[in-house]
């Protein structure tokens, strides 16, 4: 699935909102210690997982962000290296423990290229999904393809859209709520996108709005653009705990092989 003009054209068009939306403000605010994606038993067995699959090789994090995955990793042994299009993003990760030891980029996780011989590229927490159109994602795994060593494994963590919660003549779901928080995704049904509005509040009357824009890929859509990058499906699980997925599962790790 090749660019067309249009397509790139849009593409560089979202990158620079992506910057400007990853500003130093968020990432600081963007890690919980503890809680939520950053919960230790969630972390090690993410680590683990693709310490199982790097097989003594070295790793590449597509959208590595503030290293919430790449230091655990790393601290296994792996040698990781990291990309990603946020300046404010990667120095709040250089500026950690270990974070000066892995070998950062900053670029596009469709186009960005750092090198032959990996045996592992991931890319977590439905990153992939924040490129917003079918063309640059499928550009994504092609850019995954051509890092990975023949036999290494591109590695997808991505939300599966539940479509059918969905009431008749409502376009909105509250998909996660917590004390202080909740989100609400809102759907495009025509152009396969959704929105994530966060909102973190206190006792006050105020509350912090962000927002995230994303367009949604269904497993038998990641198999395809997969194919065509000369990648095949190895496994898909639920989670990172390798639990079965099914078609009820919220959330998909699928892991495809380079075949040559």
Same mark, same amino acid.
């Given at each position: 699935?090749?660019?067309?003009?249009?397509? *790139?054209?849009?593409?560089?068009?979202? /990158? &620079?909102?992506?910057?400007?939306?990853?500003?130093?403000?968020?990432?600081? *605010?963007?890690? &919980?210690?503890?809680?939520?994606?950053?919960? +230790?038993? #969630? /972390?090690?067995? &993410?680590?683990?997982?693709?310490?199982?699959?790097?097989?003594?090789g070295k790793a590449l994090e597509l959208a590595v962000g503030t290293g919430r995955v790449a230091l655990p990793?790393?601290?296994?042994?792996?040698?990781?290296?990291?990309?990603? /299009?946020?300046?404010?993003?990667?120095?709040? /990760? *250089?500026?950690? +423990?270990?974070?000066?030891?892995? *070998? #950062?980029?900053?670029?596009?996780?469709? &186009?960005?290229?750092?090198?032959?011989?990996y045996a592992l590229v991931y890319v977590v927490f439905n990153s992939i999904s924040n490129l917003l159109s079918q063309q640059a994602q499928a550009a994504c795994f092609r850019n995954a393809a051509?890092?990975?060593? +023949?036999?290494?494994?591109?590695?997808v963590e991505n939300f599966v859209p539940q479509l059918r919660h969905l009431p008749p003549g409502i376009n909105a779901l509250v998909t996660m709520s917590s004390p202080g928080y909740f989100c609400v995704d809102s759907y495009d049904l025509l152009h396969q996108r959704l929105v994530s509005h966060h909102f973190h509040f206190g006792e006050g009357q105020e509350a912090r709005l962000f927002r995230s824009p994303h367009r949604y890929l269904w497993p038998a859509e990641m198999d395809l653009m997969a194919s065509q990058a000369g990648l095949s499906l190895a496994q898909r699980h639920a989670d990172w705990h390798k639990a079965p997925f099914t078609a009820d599962s919220a959330s998909q790790v699928a892991v495809y092989v380079r075949d040559r």
């Open positions: 699935m090749a660019w067309d003009e249009a397509a *790139r054209a849009a593409h560089q068009a979202q /990158l &620079t909102e992506e910057k400007a939306r990853w500003d130093a403000e968020t990432a600081r *605010r963007y890690d &919980t210690p503890g809680e939520g994606m950053f919960e +230790p038993g #969630l /972390l090690q067995a &993410t680590a683990g997982f693709l310490y199982s699959l790097a097989g003594g990793l790393a601290e296994l042994g792996v040698e990781v290296h990291g990309q990603d /299009l946020s300046p404010a993003m990667l120095a709040r /990760l *250089r500026g950690k +423990p270990g974070g000066q030891g892995l *070998r #950062l980029a900053l670029g596009d996780m469709a &186009t960005h290229f750092m090198g032959e011989g051509r890092h990975l060593r +023949p036999g290494g494994h591109f590695v």
